[in-house]
């Protein structure tokens, strides 16, 4: 009888264990997706507090955020992460010869940082730290975000990749030379995101989970001049180009292959929409690309469509 009930006890504790791992790997796609709508929806009426240097309470809110999720993430990690036991720290550059997405791992480690740092110093001007302080905590805490995952993987098979970290600090990092250079806002980086044909029809408990989708997950580099303020006077603020980047396939098919694609890309903020809450709301939808009129590149033949 107590064996029994130490096997349920398990069986039960496991399961608890494997959901908690399933809501850590969606936690990327909050970053993405949910969390700028709540920080731009509240970001107006707590800066709009009057400010007289960095609040040590509310810095202290944002690093207990921060440990709460890092203690998240090392309490609920998937289970591929660190296998075997830990050994002797070592640096690489690429693990394994290089990406198995055709590099989509790589995008979503700099659209994540990109998001993580644009939401974080929203938080540093809460706690009334100077615009420009703000951007640069913000990359900061974006980049210490993703760092003691890297850390640890530094004493497993994968090793502490140094491509990745660059990647991460990439994207922590544009928000700073968007605002210090506001001309640099005329190049902003974009997702869009559907399920794949790989992760709909998936095994239970097989890849790709919703992380690593990377066949239904697009990078784009959104270009449009009237947002940085040098476009010509005739350049509509409210539609831009994009250039962007997928894979069709990573576990199905190996290996992966590149899908390039070049689109228009509607910029919400360029509307003449009058209402007060549009600016907010329309800068975190402009975080997305849309599908829209444009070309599709792959396997070397062209496609048209909504893209």
């Given at each position: 009888m107590?064996?029994?009930?130490l ?8 399961a608890?264990i494997?959901r908690?791992?399933t809501v850590?790997?969606?936690s990327?796609?909050?970053?993405v997706a949910v969390v700028p709508?709540l920080?731009a929806?509240?970001a107006?009426p707590?800066r ?7 609040r040590g309470?509310?810095a202290?809110?944002?690093a207990?955020v921060?440990v ?12 591929d992460w660190?296998?075997?036991?830990p050994?002797s720290?070592?640096l ?5 010869g290089g ?7 790589y995008l979503?480690?700099?659209a994540a940082?990109?998001q993580a740092s644009?939401?974080a ?5 809460w706690?009334c ?6 951007a640069?905590?913000?990359a900061?805490t974006a980049?210490a975000?993703g760092l003691?995952k890297?850390i ?5 098979a ?6 990745k970290?660059l990647a ?5 990092l ?8 506001p ?12 399920p794949?044909?790989?992760?709909r029809?998936r095994?239970?408990?097989a890849e ?6 990377y ?5 784009y580099l959104?270009?449009n001049p009237?947002r940085g303020?040098v476009?010509p006077?005739w350049?509509?603020r ?6 962007g ?14 899908e390039w694609?070049?689109?228009?890309d ?5 509307l003449p929409v009058?209402?007060s ?5 329309a ?7 849309f599908?829209?009129?444009?070309v ?5 033949s062209?496609?048209?469509g909504l893209?």
């Open positions: 107590t064996e029994a009930v096997h349920e006890s398990e069986t039960r504790f496991r608890l494997e908690g791992r850590y790997r969606s990327v796609w909050l970053i709508v920080a929806m509240a107006g707590l709009a507090q009057g400010c007289h240097g960095i309470g509310r202290a809110a944002i207990g921060y709460a999720g890092e203690a998240a993430a090392a309490a609920f990690h998937p289970s660190w296998q075997g036991p050994g720290f070592r690489s550059w690429i693990y394994d990406s198995p997405a055709a590099g989509q791992d979503l480690h700099i940082s990109y644009q939401v110093a929203l938080a540093w001007e706690a730290a100077p615009p420009m302080t703000a640069w905590l913000g900061a980049f975000v003691p890297k640890v993987d530094g004493v497993h994968t090793g502490f990749e140094t491509a970290n991460n600090a990439v994207g922590a544009v928000p700073v030379a968007h605002r210090r250079w001309a640099t806002r005329a190049v902003t980086l974009k997702v869009w995101y559907w794949s044909a790989e992760y029809h095994a239970p408990g790709p989970n919703l992380m690593s989708d066949a239904g997950q697009r990078y959104s270009i009237a303020g476009g006077a350049w509509p409210w539609i831009g180009v994009a250039v980047h997928s894979t069709p396939a990573w576990i199905t098919e190996f290996p992966a292959r590149h694609y070049a689109a228009l509607l910029e919400l903020r360029g009058r209402a809450w549009w600016p907010r709301l800068a975190v939808l402009d975080q997305v690309h599908p829209a009129p444009g599709r590149l792959a396997n070397g062209l496609a048209a893209f």
